[in-house]
């Protein structure tokens, strides 16, 4: 029974993206009015909710791999129902929330809500790229280093996306929508976080087989770097904390790759 309770995790972690799902949906668009009348399109703040049931994914799934390594029960169903489980909560989530943000941005435009559909499905680019990453993972796992991932983790892409949201909502600048809601921003997201994914790029691990500062000393260094954005920036902090992540292992690959 104890050797379940990583899974018990993971499931838990589905359960947070089935959630994120569903109010990432509902409702599309928000029309309201400003104080001069003129009316305009808002995101709705069911999709903050999204973002917030994905962090929560996020933790959760962080902590399934831990307890796994500290039981000492690791197994093949695990390592399934986990990569199942983050196609869910960092591919399809995700990709939901940028459907919303695409369809807000193009309606927007004049006749906007009579655009075509097929200008919102590049945003399930993101849950393809996840699961062929996730799949690649799975058969490479045997032979491949636990200090470096080769491409972008699909839960790093999963949080930049759920951020957007967060920062819309909670940092009042007006350069804010004005970029969240440019469809071409938006286009190039979904573009970069996918080839970032399936890329055979040498990214940090954030594993610790031990806590000696000489082996660990990128993974301590993109930490407090992150306590302190978070405490400056706050929700702004996190694509730049996973911007920065992505350079930092790029950068000073020879550390750990």
Known sequence: MVKQIPNLFTLLNLVFG??????????????????????????????????????AGAIVDYFDGLLARLLKASSAMGRELDSLSDVVSFGVAPSLILYQ???????QEE??????????????????????????????????????FKGLPVPAAGLFVASLPLVYW??????????LLNAVFLYSVILVLAALMISQLPILAFKFNSFA?????????????????????QWL???????IYVLLSLFFKKLFA
Request: hydrophobic share 60%; aromatic share 12%.
């Open 111 to 148: 006749q906007g809500l009579d655009q075509s559909v097929l200008l919102l499905w590049p945003a399930f680019l993101l849950p393809v790229a996840a699961a062929w990453r996730l799949a690649r993972f799975n058969l490479n796992q045997a032979t491949s280093s636990s200090s470096y």
């Open 213 to 233: 500062w000489k082996e660990n000393k990128l993974r301590y260094g993109i930490l407090l770097l992150s306590i302190v954005l978070l405490l400056f920036l």
């Open 237 to 243: 902090a996190i694509p730049l904390i996973i911007l």
């Open 18 to 55: 089935c959630m994120a799902c569903v109010a990432a949906l509902q409702p599309g668009i928000i029309m309201a009015a400003d104080n001069n009348g003129q009316l305009y399109y808002d995101v709705p703040e069911q999709i903050w909710l999204a973002s917030l049931f994905i962090m």
């Open 101 to 107: 943000f695409l369809r807000l941005s193009w309606a």
């Open 170 to 179: 909670e940092v009042n600048q007006a350069w804010v929508p004005a970029l």
